[in-house]
């Protein structure tokens, strides 16, 4: 876990043999969890929010299995958003904390609406940054590709590098074009460059592990996002080349909760751009879940 503060706490649970670690930053009343990502990425993509957030909440971190200090194992149950999910709760539990608004990112928000949707005793509120969920037509290259994700092609060009084959082929230069593919905003270089440090933290097995573990389906993501209810704010760049802002939208209209269309955004906006998404975020928490007082 990489971020630009001290944490108060930091530790691991040990959940069904898998450690997970994890971080506390802040000692304030209220508390804010914020959830990994998939597996390609560890905590460090909300380093620029922990220490803004941290000034009001009590702020926990934790690497999801796969990647950061966190254990990688390759048995895809490891991955299900179910286990996801409940790796959150042992580690508010962890560090004694009831009740948490939670943030996710991309692929996390089908862990983000199994809390939000079945534990609202303890998630009084959600943030959604660019949400992947099956709810809204991907992008057309993406998903044919994904149609062949299991067959070996002739040559890997542009999406087709989400393969399983080319991931065991040339793991390097398929984490280089899906961080590239990650911001599309212009002079982005910086922060590819330390998101591809992140996704060769990890290695192609376990992702292909990722890729195999038990998901939700559209039944039950449709049944949760109703669930999550009014106190859910959807983040979306209107430039996100992973997941088509359409997503966003829907996510909100399901659950009747808050969109903020970013123009010019990629799909990930809170580490692309925090001088913008972070007080959009306080705002948000200021009316749903009030943390300490602003100065």
Excluded at 84 to 101: F, H, N, Q, R, W
């Amino acid at each position: 876990m990489i971020v630009d503060v001290p944490a108060r706490v930091e530790g691991a649970v040990t959940v069904d043999g898998i450690h997970v670690a994890y971080q506390a930053f802040g000692d304030q009343p209220r508390a804010v969890l914020l959830l990994p990502p998939w597996s390609i990425c560890h905590s460090a993509i909300w380093r620029h929010q922990v220490q803004r957030l941290a000034e009001h909440y009590t702020v926990v971190t934790f690497d999801g299995r796969g990647n950061g200090a966190s254990d990688r194992p390759l048995d895809p149950s490891n991955y299900a958003d179910e286990v996801s999910a409940a790796d959150a709760l042992a580690v508010l539990d962890a560090v004694g904390i009831d009740e948490a608004a939670i943030g996710c990112v991309s692929g996390a928000a089908s862990v983000g609406l199994l809390l939000a949707g079945r534990h609202r005793d303890r998630v009084p509120a959600a943030v959604f940054v660019a949400p992947s969920l099956p709810i809204a037509a991907g992008h057309p290259e993406r998903v044919e590709a994904a149609r062949v994700f299991e067959e070996p092609q002739v040559a890997y060009e542009g999406w087709l590098k989400f393969n399983r084959h080319y991931w065991r082929q040339d793991w390097p230069d398929f984490v280089a074009f899906f961080m590239g593919r990650c911001f599309t905003e212009p002079a982005s270089a910086v922060q590819i460059a330390e998101y591809v440090e992140m996704g060769l933290d990890t290695t192609a097995n376990v992702i292909s592990a990722t890729v195999d573990a038990p998901g939700l389906g559209l039944e039950e993501i449709l049944a949760l996002a109703t669930a999550a209810g009014p106190t859910t704010l959807v983040i979306h760049g209107a430039a996100d080349a992973i997941s088509p802002l359409e997503r966003g939208r829907e996510l909100a209209r399901l659950s009747v909760g808050e969109l903020l269309v970013l123009p010019g955004s990629g799909h990930q906006p809170q580490y692309r751009d925090p001088k913008r998404v972070n007080p959009m975020i306080l705002e948000f928490l200021e009316r749903r879940h009030p943390g300490r007082p602003h100065r």
